[in-house]
């Protein structure tokens, strides 16, 4: 393993309108990836003759090509054309990990900044900036309004034996912050940073989808149903959600998706341990406010973390949720 060696994995598919912007905003970087393992997911655009030029061009840039599947997937598709990218490669030699979309722009020094938070924590296992939108009527860009207790799911930047204690992603929708949870779990800590070094512009806005705002915004709530989240924390994030754009059938959208798939007993996480977890916690949120529960809990999990720790059997095997209301 190499000291500060980071290894970037960037599933996509058909991003021709966006990718060149990643591309150079990652090649401009101050610290360039050891690594950039790039997995063309069946693109039908110009996709697969840009990520071939731009590997010819930059010899840490690698690119796999996979076969059309015939649309485009989120949530559980784009996982698995990341494994597909981590399974092909000795991941052992890189000390951090970044799941990379292809429809950012990141400032120059992203990487660099968060390598020197990594260095100066040892308990940050997962960590980001933040997203900003270009306001198509002002022109102005506008933040996504993203909690601080997660590193986001555009770049999840993973410190590599905690990506491998958390047993990695989950191939489900929220995905992206189940992460962050089992972080939790074992006593690291996930967060993120809004500074204008650490800002970076989302060309496709959170919560979007090839369907639609709404589409994706009902995905959402069956993601939450996944996770394990409870209705009344629901119920109140989703009120949160209708005071920003698109008001009030945004927030009513994630709503509903949640409903829907508690009404059909859609499929759920199946980890008890950790939904009585999240449960506490989500709890513990609306008691005290996010910023005040993740706190405390970050503090009575801190026993819980061994950097050292091999992968466990299962992520939640040995762990019991604290009782962060008490």
């Not at 909690?147 to 990695?168: A, L, P």
């Not at 962050?180 to 989302?202: K, N, Q, V």
């Not at 993601?223 to 927030?251: A, C, D, E």
Request: charged share 20%.
């Amino acid at each position: 393993m190499i000291q500060n060696s980071y290894l970037l994995i960037s599933p996509c598919r058909d991003e021709s309108e966006f990718m060149r912007q990643t591309l150079d905003s990652v090649i401009a970087q101050t610290i360039q990836p050891s690594l950039w393992v790039i997995i063309d997911d069946g693109s039908t655009d110009q996709t697969p003759e840009i990520l071939n030029q731009y590997a010819r061009k930059y010899n840490f840039i690698r690119i796999i090509h996979r076969k059309n599947r015939g649309s485009r997937q989120v949530g559980p598709g784009v996982i698995e054309a990341f494994y597909a990218g981590y399974h092909n490669i000795d991941v052992d030699n890189f000390e951090y990990i970044c799941k990379l979309d292809l429809d950012l722009e990141l400032p120059p020094k992203y990487f660099e900044i968060l390598l020197q938070r990594f260095a100066e924590n040892p308990r940050i296992g997962t960590c980001s900036g933040k997203p900003y939108f270009v306001d198509k009527k002002t022109g102005k860009l506008l933040s996504e309004k993203c909690g601080d207790e997660n590193s986001v799911g555009m770049t999840k930047f993973f410190r590599k034996n905690c990506f491998d204690q958390i047993g990695g992603f989950v191939q489900q929708v929220m995905w992206d912050a189940i992460d962050g949870h089992r972080c939790r779990m074992l006593g690291w800590i996930a967060c993120s940073w809004d500074e204008p070094d650490l800002r970076f512009t989302h060309l496709r806005p959170m919560g979007s989808s090839q369907n639609g705002m709404l589409t994706g915004r009902m995905r959402h709530g069956f993601g939450q149903y996944f996770m394990g989240t409870g209705f009344i924390y629901m119920t109140v994030s989703s009120l949160y959600r209708m005071t920003h754009p698109p008001l009030i059938i945004g927030g009513l959208a994630m709503w509903w998706g949640y409903v829907q798939s508690l009404l059909f007993a859609k499929e759920r996480l199946q980890d008890p341990t950790f939904r009585a977890f999240l449960r506490n916690y989500q709890w513990s949120c609306l008691l005290r406010g996010k910023a005040k529960a993740t706190t405390l809990l970050n503090t009575q999990r801190a026993p819980y973390w061994d950097s050292s720790a091999s992968n466990p059997s299962s992520p939640s095997a040995t762990m019991t949720p604290p009782n962060p209301i008490a």
